[in-house]
């Protein structure tokens, strides 16, 4: 090997690990956390026109699957319906990429290319995801009660679905008409 050689692969060598240290360094950046569970966009309150129905709507990642009002006394109300509406929107990623190739071998020249990758004009890439706007009633069949300790009661919804992430979300229940 000739002296020409040997300093070609050294500077082989010094690109390769100054890339590979500057694309982990970029990927040490750009590797997402788990997230967090969401923290859904909640309103509770009687149904306008019917003072006897509870009606729940929640802005979250996962769908309301099951929605019930908890009594002091351990007795549980179902809600009637549960309509949930997907909308799919777009999040912004960081689109920067770094890249090295070293060719040849024992009778070829070795060839280096390094390269980067950055949005242009500091545009980031979309990506979807999900989120659901979901509507559950419940009717209360017994108001006298519910008004002698409502603050008692809770809401208890059920999120996500029995093939994904399910969590349960306890809230307070809401304040009936005229209070």
Excluded at 6 to 23: Q, T, W
Excluded at 125 to 145: C, G, K
Excluded at 162 to 167: A, C, F, K, L, V
Aim: charged share 20%; with cysteine.
């Amino acid at each position: 090997m000739t002296a020409m050689d040997r300093l070609s692969v050294s500077c082989v060598r010094m690109l390769l690990a100054a890339a590979l240290a500057a694309g982990l360094a970029a990927c040490a950046d750009e590797s997402p956390a788990p997230a967090p569970p969401s923290r859904p966009t909640f309103t509770a309150g009687f149904l306008a026109g019917s003072p006897d129905t509870v009606e729940v709507t929640l802005e979250d990642r996962q769908p309301i699957e099951k929605a019930e009002l908890l009594a002091p006394d351990g007795t549980t109300l179902a809600a009637d319906r549960v309509s949930t509406d997907r909308t799919i929107t777009r999040e912004d990623q960081d689109g920067f990429g770094i890249g090295v190739t070293a060719e040849g071998g024992s009778s070829d020249p070795v060839h280096t290319d390094v390269g980067v990758s950055l949005p242009l004009f500091g545009t980031a890439q979309p990506s979807p995801a999900e989120f659901y706007a979901s509507r559950a009633l419940i009717r209360i069949p017994d108001m006298a009660a519910y008004r002698a300790g409502w603050q008692r009661w809770k809401l208890r919804l059920l999120l996500g679905s029995p093939t994904g992430t399910e969590r349960n979300v306890e809230l307070p229940a809401p304040r009936p008409p005229g209070e």
